[in-house]
């Protein structure tokens, strides 16, 4: 018999998990705290995580800094209720009974923070959204 999982989990992937992942991973445990699990990962992660990501999450009081890169499983993926691309193409695996999310959203890699900020912002706003209509909405 099966029952509802209590703490849904989220797997956000890109590309490196140097940037767009790790802010909307980071802002997901930010707002939702206990009531979802998150996982980031990459499908070429990057050696650490950009810079610039890190200075422009610490502006809006978030600290990224001791996050590193990981590289994209597919038990991460079947471990995860939702899964969010963002841009990570082919690469990402796709198993039956997961719902997948693919999010268009500039790859602040090589940016500086003044090109990550509308970044961050769309991600912020996105990850609101998610909470406010994910199995974990207050209520």
């Not at 989220?10 to 590309?15: A, N, R």
């Not at 899964?83 to 693919?102: A, H, Q, S």
């Amino acid at each position: 018999m099966s029952t509802p999982v209590s703490r849904p989990s989220v797997l956000f992937v890109c590309v490196h998990n140097a940037g767009r992942s790790q802010m909307a991973a980071a802002f997901l445990s930010h707002l939702a705290g206990d009531r979802v699990e998150v996982r980031s990962a990459g499908s070429a992660p990057a050696d650490s995580v950009n810079p610039a990501v890190v200075e422009a999450m610490n502006e809006v009081g978030i600290d990224i800094s001791a996050e590193t890169p990981k590289i994209l499983t597919s038990e991460a993926v079947q471990a995860s209720d939702v899964v969010i691309t963002m841009g990570c193409g082919d690469t990402c695996p796709v198993f039956p009974g997961k719902r997948y999310l693919d999010w268009r959203l500039d790859d602040p890699a090589g940016q500086g923070v003044d090109a990550v900020r509308p970044i961050r912002d769309a991600i912020e706003t996105r990850v609101r959204t998610l909470i406010s209509e994910g199995p974990w909405a207050a209520g």
